[in-house]
């Protein structure tokens, strides 16, 4: 069964860049997977931050399209997060997922593979 392991948070100061990784073990290949990104601080609901498919199409949300940018490396298994010019509410716990197939929505209940999560702290 597939694994996620998500790399690369930690804390940094507001309007710093961080990039998160997540690679993919125990799997041939992640090539037929939808590959997504959620996020969830404390007292609120895991939300989707964004997803890329299989034919390298991607989701962002209104909220976030200017500040991100997600990719993904078949080769490696691995899909990255970018994010740029970071806020005080971007603190949250980082999850990978991965569902079989093309992305379809981003209910976290469509995914059925998940990582444990990474934490990312923004400082104001």
């Known amino acids: 069964q597939m694994r996620l392991v998500e790399s690369g948070g930690g804390s940094v100061p507001a309007g710093a860049s961080l990039t998160l990784s997540c690679t993919a073990t125990n799997a041939d290949s992640i090539v037929n997977y939808c590959m997504a990104w959620f996020r969830q601080a404390p007292g609120k609901e895991r939300e989707a931050v964004s997803t890329?498919?299989?034919?390298?199409?991607?989701f962002y949300p209104i909220s976030l399209k200017d500040r991100i940018f997600i990719s993904r490396d078949n080769g490696k298994k691995s899909v990255y997060l970018q994010m740029n010019k970071m806020k005080s509410q971007d603190t949250a716990q980082y999850f990978c997922?991965?569902?079989?197939?093309?992305?379809?929505?981003?209910?976290?209940?469509?995914?059925?593979?998940w990582g444990q999560g990474t934490q990312v702290t923004v400082s104001s």
């Open positions: 997922a991965a569902a079989y197939g093309r992305c379809h929505g981003v209910k976290a209940s469509e995914f059925n593979y």
């Open positions: 890329i498919s299989t034919d390298g199409s991607v």
